[in-house]
């Protein structure tokens, strides 16, 4: 079957850097997609790995193991607005679908 | 403007009534989304629109149907809508050509059913 897993929650202070990972088991790989959403507003598109490896945008990067079906998110200088969940998601198959995280909270404490 | 719009964003019905969420897009893109949130549940798949002429049921599509009038508009409908229908709602969508194909989401509709 096709699954993500990724924490539920987490907590973190303001200014450090806090890591969420996302695991997951598909077939037919073609990518994986990091979004952020804010409580009761729409998903926002972060970043997106299709090889190994680290891929930088600013506060915010992410990393890819294809061989360990693997993902983290890297949040640096965490800041107040940073408070939101995290979703994780493959695309998987030909047709290029998207394969949801349950999604992981965040919470940065001033 | 936003690139993808959804309307109404907020709406409460009775229990058997028929309701239709909209969803209209100005990216020009060919494929369309219905998503449902609930909590702890995280984003589920209702029905997924490759073209105007490619219509495909998602992982929970019983109770709802869809309409995609052209290819800027993909429309939800509950035939009879039941209380545990309450969710926010999502339309998306995505150009599979992209190399990056990220999905682009609207505002959202908060559906209450009572």
């Known amino acids: 079957g096709q699954n993500i897993d990724q924490p539920t929650e987490m907590t973190a202070t303001e200014g450090a850097i806090v890591q969420i990972n996302c695991t997951y088991q598909?077939?037919?790989?073609?990518?994986l997609f990091w979004y952020q959403q804010h409580a009761g507003e729409a998903p926002t598109f972060l970043s997106y790995n299709v090889l190994d490896g680290l891929e930088e945008k600013g506060r915010f990067s992410s990393f890819l193991s294809r061989s360990k079906g693997y993902s983290y998110l890297l949040l640096k200088e965490l800041q107040m607005k940073d408070s939101a969940s995290y979703l994780c998601a493959v695309s998987a198959g030909n047709n290029r679908k998207l394969i949801w995280g349950l999604g992981t909270s965040l919470a940065v404490n001033p | 403007d936003a690139d993808v719009t959804q309307t109404p964003r907020n709406r409460i019905t009775k229990t058997g009534k028929r309701i239709m969420l909209e969803c209209s897009q100005t990216k020009g893109h060919d494929r369309m989304y219905w998503y449902r949130q609930d909590p702890g549940l995280g984003l589920r798949l209702i029905y997924y629109s490759f073209d105007v002429k490619d219509i495909n049921k998602g992982e929970i599509s019983d109770g709802y149907s869809v309409s995609r009038q052209a290819q800027a508009k993909f429309s939800l409908s509950l035939e009879s809508a039941i209380p545990n229908q309450t969710a926010l709602y999502f339309c998306?969508?995505?150009?599979?050509?992209?190399?990056?194909?990220?999905?682009?989401f609207g505002p959202g509709t908060r559906l209450t059913v009572t």
């Open positions: 998306a969508t995505s150009s599979p050509g992209a190399d990056v194909h990220e999905q682009y």
């Open positions: 598909t077939s037919g790989f073609n990518g």
